[in-house]
């Protein structure tokens, strides 16, 4: 399969249209962005990382029920997925206390939290994806009830099997972010899983382990990008 035309270009990957028109082929860059692109940067080797991170944990989610787009991956910065149109929701699933909840709701990072909490976000970068909740979704007809209870479901599903499988390489799963598209009238899940979608801590030092270090400018990004591919490659 080969890349045709460009159809979207974001902040951290192309998709190009194939032959087939159910397919299209997803480029990894290596370009990062923070605070809705007002911090901007490069991050040599993160579009191999987030590549091959993907794939490992698509394949792996897959075999554990959760359909997503991927097909296969074709080379270390390119994988062929599914054609799908995508649910404009950011679905954040988080289990300790960081990031922007911390600061919204003045609690420390690092709290452990009761149960866990799943947030949606509007998908619109002029708007700098604001928090909404499932009724400010159905409103503006961005998913049905159906979708929503669907994408909840595997949202909870694939944060238990994410635990299970990032403890195994000494990381802790604090929170992550997942975008589901719509394929055949199925919801599935779509993008990616990487350290720019997921806070990861060192379970032994509490150390970060993903996009952080580039949002905060903790040094060493390119070396912890990489840490993280081999922990979880082994
Ligand atoms: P937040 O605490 O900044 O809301 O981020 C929650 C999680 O979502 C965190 O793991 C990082 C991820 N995330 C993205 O993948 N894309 C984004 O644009 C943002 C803001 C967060």
Known sequence: ????????????????????????????????TAFNALKKGTIAGKGVVNNNMTCIIFKMLEDNGIPTHL???????HQLVKAVEIVPLEVIVRNIAAGS??????????????????????????????????THALALGLATQEEIDVIKKYALKINELLQEFF???????????LEFGRCDGKII?????????CRLWDVNTNRKMDKDRFRRDLGDVEETYQEVLSRISK
């Open 71 to 77: 097909v296969n991956m074709i080379d270390d910065n």
């Open 189 to 197: 899940l779509a993008d990616e899983i990487s350290p720019d979608t």
């Open 101 to 134: 909840m911390s600061k919204n709701l003045g609690i420390e990072e690092g709290m452990p939290l009761k149960n866990t909490v799943l947030e949606f976000c509007y998908k619109n970068d002029e708007l700098a994806d604001p928090l909404i909740n499932d």
């Open 1 to 32: 399969m080969e890349k045709m035309d460009m159809l979207y270009e974001g902040k951290a990957k192309k998709v190009y249209r194939t032959q087939d028109p159910s397919l299209y082929i997803i480029e990894y860059k290596d370009d990062a």
């Open 167 to 177: 403890l195994k390489s000494n990381l802790k799963l604090i929170d992550f972010k």
